[in-house]
């Protein structure tokens, strides 16, 4: 019981997706048609319909699989009374099925709502596969095999610099190399100056050297910078969410470095991308704990006054900027 009942989750759902196709594949043994594969959305389908359709013997092809997309009845996503399922009826399903088709839902966060009791009964009777985000290497990888696919290539320093920009958010990554490869035309290498061009330094990256430019002291470059993302219809109040949570993970990363730590162990001690700790780590050895104790206590400061004060907002920001 249960081995054909999967959750694959996880927080890109390209990667998940990636993922649940395995599984489709190594299941089937053969090309997906209309007879063998079959796909739901949980948003605009009925749990009803779907287990019986799981419930159903495969018509012509020897075996069946079920992709359930944006299966939210697993987490704590809140939805209209529309959508709400039929606990008792999906409950009894994932207790009892034993069937030989195969039915994977897919979800799209990182992490399940423990609490349900749906949740619960999936652990107990079904496989749960959760899908990490991509090491930076791997993601360098992927860039690499997406490439040689459309007979193209990169240089190495090129491929760096991609990654500075565009951080390691798979999406992000994948919208850039799309659009790099439709630059090159028929062109077979991207060098750095290609990217330099092309490709767009994403929001994360953004205030990761906006942090940067505060640390080595050059405000001009650090306000410039606001503007131009102000500009990009970016929020104040977000951008300095952003840059305290750089200055939170600067701050966790310089104790647990003291105390010995590697970045990997930083990473799965305080739960964020390996990537990150990487870029934090080239920082926080510029600063005290107390300088760094100080300036998330003027980030709370500002947070307040962008939400209460009747200043300019982007004025705040630049102020809070210049008082670092």
Request: hydrophobic share 40%; charged share 25%; with cysteine.
């Amino acid at each position: 019981m249960g081995n054909n009942i999967v959750a694959v989750y996880g927080e890109v759902p390209e990667l998940v997706e990636k993922k649940s196709n395995e599984i489709v594949n190594d299941f089937l043994n053969e090309e997906k048609d209309d007879f063998n594969y079959i796909k739901f959305n949980l948003y605009e389908h009925s749990m009803s319909n779907i287990i019986e359709e799981t419930l159903t013997m495969p018509f012509i092809s020897e075996k069946k699989a079920i992709v359930v997309k944006n299966s939210f009845i697993f987490t704590g996503e809140k939805v209209s009374k529309d959508l709400t399922p039929n606990n008792d009826q999906i409950l009894e399903f994932l207790d009892k099925y034993d069937g030989e088709n195969l039915i994977i839902f897919e979800i799209y966060q990182n992490k399940l709502d423990e609490r349900k009791k749906i949740t619960k009964t999936l652990k107990q009777n079904g496989k749960l596969s959760k899908v990490e985000q991509m090491s930076e290497q791997e993601i360098k990888t992927w860039i690499q095999n997406k490439l040689y696919e459309n007979y193209k290539d990169i240089k190495q320093d090129a491929l760096n610099l991609f990654i500075e920009l565009t951080g390691i958010n798979f999406n992000i990554v994948s919208q850039e190399l799309e659009k790099i490869i439709l630059f090159l035309g028929d062109r077979a290498t991207i060098t750095k100056e290609d990217v330099n061009l092309i490709i767009n330094r994403s929001l994360e990256q953004n205030v990761f050297l906006l942090t940067e430019y505060i640390q080595k002291g050059q405000k001009a470059k650090a306000i410039a910078l606001v503007k131009d993302l102000i500009i990009m219809k970016e929020e104040p109040i977000k951008l300095l969410a952003l840059i305290t949570s750089n200055y939170r993970l600067y701050y966790q990363c310089k104790i647990l470095s003291q105390k010995g730590y590697s970045g990997q162990q930083i990473a799965k001690t305080v739960n964020v991308h390996p990537y990150r700790v990487k870029l934090a780590l080239t920082q926080v050895r510029h600063y005290q704990l107390n300088q760094l104790l100080n300036i998330i206590d003027n980030c709370a400061e500002t947070d307040y006054k962008l939400k209460s004060s009747y200043m300019d907002k982007q004025l705040i920001l630049e102020l809070f900027i210049l008082s670092l």
